[in-house]
């Protein structure tokens, strides 16, 4: 099958060429499995050298999204993506564009709100006492009173993580990846000076409360108080580092 693929410009070759590629296998012009055509092939087709469609083709490799074979019937291969794959490529995007800027706290908070809130109501009905486990197991560990930051914001996660699993549903497990996976520490980063870990426990316990009854509307209102909560710490944390940076002199600002 002849694929087509749009003119590039010589600035950003390999980028450019990856992204055509790319393209050409979200949209299913090319298939899981199938063989690209040769370097030389496709420098030809792009006009370029080799070098750059090695360079080009490295790219999508290191997104998963090609494979190579060696031996006579070798070559380049189209990936079938897996969720894993899938979920690291977006907590990977999400975490870049919330530190550029382009995705702000109170989306996150919003976005995190609605998503985890439809995931207590549907695990309030698909749970397991596994699940409860779970997230039990994480409240314990988050009562060390001993435990360093870093390591409340990695119990913090597991505990979200846990929860969103227990809806035992694939796509909003994926759609969570951003918000818990990426987003989450981002969030933790920012209110740990001002959040009281013993709200947040708090928070924590009631939730699985609710889910052992199966009050999924309980314990999505638990999850709308906590993202309140938070979102008056990002505050509170924003208008620390504004008086921090206000008070130094103009020798330490810079």
Do not use: W
């Not at 499995?33 to 370097?39: A, F, G, K, W, Y």
């Not at 490529?89 to 995190?112: H, K």
């Not at 520490?185 to 920012?190: A, C, D, E, G």
């Amino acid at each position: 099958m002849t694929v087509n693929y749009n003119a590039v410009s010589k600035e950003t070759f390999p980028h450019q060429i990856a992204r055509e590629i790319r393209g050409a296998i979200i949209e299913g012009r090319l298939k899981v499995d199938q063989r690209l055509p040769s370097e030389e092939e496709l420098a030809a087709k792009f006009k370029v050298s080799r070098p750059t469609i090695r360079e080009a083709l490295k790219r999508l490799a290191a997104q998963n999204l090609i494979r190579s074979r060696r031996g006579p019937l070798g070559g380049n291969f189209v990936n079938g993506p897996t969720l894993a794959d899938a979920k690291d490529n977006l907590a990977a995007v999400a975490t870049m564009l919330v530190s550029v800027g382009d995705i702000s706290i109170e989306a996150i908070t919003q976005a995190r709100m609605e998503l985890e809130s439809m995931c207590a109501r549907i695990a309030a009905v698909a749970r397991t006492e596994r699940d409860l486990e779970r997230m039990s197991a994480e409240i314990e560990v988050q009562r060390n009173i001993g435990l360093t930051d870093v390591e409340f914001c990695a119990t913090d996660i597991r505990f979200h993580r846990a929860l969103v699993e227990a809806a035992h549903n694939e796509l909003l497990s994926f759609l969570m990846t951003a918000a818990v996976e990426a987003l989450q520490p981002i969030s933790n980063l920012i209110t740990f000076r001002t959040r009281d870990r013993r709200e947040i426990v708090g928070h924590h316990q009631q939730m699985v409360d609710f889910l052992a009854r199966r009050d999924g509307e309980g314990a999505a209102a638990v999850i709308v108080d906590q993202s309140r909560y938070l979102a008056d710490h990002y505050s509170k944390a924003a208008a620390a580092r504004i008086a921090r940076e206000a008070s130094q002199s103009p020798s330490e600002a810079v």
